[in-house]
């Protein structure tokens, strides 16, 4: 290739241990590319650049940062400002299980997705050290005893299961800027005050679900949604099978609000709530079951 000056100029992009391209490095000639390649090939592989990565992360002695503290994942992440955590979730719903006016259960199969951030966890991506790396992962677990980095204590308010049991454990994926993605798959069982049941068998029918802090209030976190805070899909099993109603993915809606309790008046409790509806599709068979028969039966 010709640079701006019309010299001959030498692309190469460093390639991993696993294989994944590093930084494009444009050289004006091979003996710049030559000491390039002597670089690569003295680092140690990837793995165990990742190793050492994790092992410094925990200890508190990752190259260039400021801490120099263990990492403790009982405590919640500052800024540098010694701002709380923006935590946001996502919920992409994967499949309508059941509704049931009945006993007031609904039960969704979702992707339960949270986003923050942790500076703890940040680190260098081009220093030789942690050459390469742009992200890794990291054990999360809700139970402190078994988790390896900080996690929301996230739970659903209004629930038939709790989270920690119908969420499959999964590692969190942490990017070098100290950014944490932690996405579980699972059910949603919820307890739900259904309302529209009046305009049976016509009925539209919502149900609200109320997600919060519980141990921990919004002095240590500050919980929003994600944009967008809600997806539907995945993979072609995503479809909903037939039953009597389904999600009308339109009628969703989000809100925050703010509570406060008689145990601690002074302490904000942030919660994010969903608001699904369901229509039934079913009418037809009330109708011709129902419906019709009595129509016919008041003029006979």
Not at 11 to 20: H, K, M, P, T
Request: glycine fraction near 6%; aromatic fraction near 12%.
């Amino acid at each position: 290739a010709k640079g701006d000056d019309g010299r001959n100029m030498v692309s190469l992009y460093l390639i991993d241990d696993d294989g994944e391209s590093s930084n494009k490095i444009n050289k004006d000639d091979e003996t710049s590319v030559m000491a390039a390649r002597q670089v690569q090939n003295k680092l140690p592989p990837y793995w165990a650049r990742e190793g050492t990565l994790h092992q410094d992360i925990l200890a508190g002695t990752v190259e260039g940062s400021d801490y120099g503290i263990e990492y403790n994942a009982r405590n919640p992440p500052r800024s540098d400002d010694d701002e709380k955590p923006a935590v946001k979730l996502g919920l992409n719903i994967f499949k309508m299980k059941e509704v049931n006016i009945a006993t007031s259960q609904m039960a969704l199969n979702v992707w339960l997705r949270l986003t923050w951030k942790d500076p703890r966890l940040a680190w260098n991506s081009t220093s030789e050290k942690y050459f390469g790396i742009h992200q890794t992962t990291f054990n999360a677990e809700t139970d402190p005893e078994l988790t390896d980095i900080w996690v929301p204590d996230l739970e659903l308010v209004n629930q038939d299961v709790p989270l920690s049991q119908s969420l499959a454990p999964k590692q969190a994926v942490v990017y070098s800027d100290g950014t944490v993605f932690w996405s579980r798959v699972g059910m949603l069982n919820s307890i739900c005050a259904f309302s529209g049941l009046k305009q049976h068998p016509f009925d539209l029918n919502e149900c609200t679900v109320d997600f919060s802090g519980w141990a921990r209030s919004g002095f240590f976190a500050n919980y929003e949604f994600m944009d967008p805070p809600v997806s539907f899909g995945g993979t072609g099993t995503a479809r909903t099978t037939y039953q009597e109603y389904q999600l009308r993915q339109s009628g969703i809606r989000t809100s925050i609000q703010v509570y406060t309790y008689p145990c601690c008046p002074d302490e904000p409790w942030p919660t994010l709530t969903y608001t699904f509806l369901f229509e039934r599709v079913t009418t037809w068979l009330y109708m011709r079951t129902l419906v019709i028969p009595v129509v016919m039966l008041t003029f006979l």
